[in-house]
C-alpha cells in the first residue's frame, strides 16, 4: 500500500517515528509520501527522507493556509530549489484553496496556486492539492488550466458524484482518506459510482484518523483500515484495494 499523503514529520510524532513508520511497515505500507507546509516543514522533511531514504519521498509546495506575510518571497525560494533539483521532488503540494480560516486574501490563494501550478507543467510534475470550503473557486482554476499536460491529486476528497465525475474527466485523481470511514459520509457511495481507476489512497496523518481511530493521532498503519473499509463496501478484496491505488498512486506520482 502506498499512502499518498501524510505529514509523518509533525511535531505528534517527535517522541515515537521509529515505531511509527515500523508499524506502517509491518501492515504493508511500502512508501509515504509527504507534502510541504512551509518552510519548517522542508527541513522537517528532508531529515525524514535521511533517515528513511527506502520509504519516504518529498512534495514541495506551500498549503494554502500559508499565504499570508512574505508568501512571495517563499514561492521565489521555492522556485530555485525546484530549478536546482526537480527530482528531489515527486509531486507539487501541498497546495490549493481554503476559505474555511480566511475569505479575505482569496486572490492571493489563487494567485499561489496558478504559480505552483506552473511548476507542475514545468518539471513534469503531479500535484496534491487541498481544498476546503473552496470547491467553486478550485474548480474554477481547475478549468482554465485544464490540458493533458496537467494532473494531480485532490487530496482529502470529500465532493460530490459530479465533481468527481468531473475531475476525473480532466485527468486527476480523488485521494481517499479516513473521513470515508466517517458515520455521515457519501465517498463509498461516490465510490461505488465511480470505481477505483482514479483512486488513491491516504491518511493525511496525524489528522482525521479512521473508524476505530476517530478522534485519536492517525497514523500510516491506518491505512490499512481505509482499505477493508473501502473491501467492504466495494465488493473488493482488501488485496484487490492494494493492488488497483498502488498502481494509481505510481501512475501519478512516479511516471
Not at 496525524?206 to 491506518?222: D, F, I, Q, T
Request: net charge negative.
Amino acid at each position: 500500500m502506498i499512502d499518498t499523503h501524510t505529514h509523518l514529520d509533525s511535531s505528534k510524532f517527535l517522541e515515537d517515528i521509529d515505531e511509527v513508520v515500523n508499524r506502517a511497515l509491518s501492515v504493508g505500507v511500502t512508501s509515504m509520501y509527504l507534502p510541504n507546509v512551509d518552510d519548517e516543514s522542508l527541513v522537517r522533511m528532508n531529515s525524514l527522507q535521511e533517515r528513511y531514504p527506502n520509504y519516504i519521498e518529498l512534495m514541495l509546495g506551500l498549503h494554502p493556509c500559508e499565504i499570508k506575510g512574505d508568501w512571495e518571497k517563499i514561492l521565489d525560494r521555492y522556485d530555485k530549489l525546484w530549478e536546482a533539483n526537480p527530482s528531489a521532488f515527486i509531486a507539487v503540494g501541498e497546495i490549493g484553496l481554503d476559505l474555511y480560516w480566511d475569505k479575505s486574501n482569496i486572490g492571493q490563494q489563487i494567485q499561489a496556486l496558478n504559480h505552483q501550478l506552473d511548476w507542475c507543467l514545468k518539471y513534469d510534475k503531479p500535484f496534491s492539492m487541498h481544498v476546503r470550503d473552496a470547491w467553486e473557486a478550485t474548480l474554477k482554476v481547475l478549468r482554465e488550466r485544464k490540458c493533458p499536460e496537467l494532473k494531480g491529486v485532490l487530496h482529502c476528497f470529500s465532493g460530490s458524484l459530479e465533481i468527481a465525475r468531473e475531475l476525473i474527466d480532466m485527468g486527476h485523481y480523488l485521494g481517499i482518506g479516513g473521513v470515508a470511514t466517517f458515520k455521515n459520509s457519501n465517498i463509498a457511495n461516490v465510490l461505488s459510482e465511480i470505481g477505483l481507476d482514479r483512486i488513491v489512497l491516504e491518511t493525511d496523518s496525524p489528522y482525521l484518523a479512521p473508524v476505530p481511530h476517530r478522534g485519536k493521532r492517525n497514523e500510516s498503519s491506518h491505512l490499512q483500515n481505509i482499505a477493508i473499509f473501502l473491501s467492504d463496501k466495494l465488493g473488493y478484496s482488501v488485496q484487490e484495494i492494494d493492488t488497483i491505488t498502488s498502481a494509481n498512486a505510481r501512475s501519478v506520482f512516479l511516471k
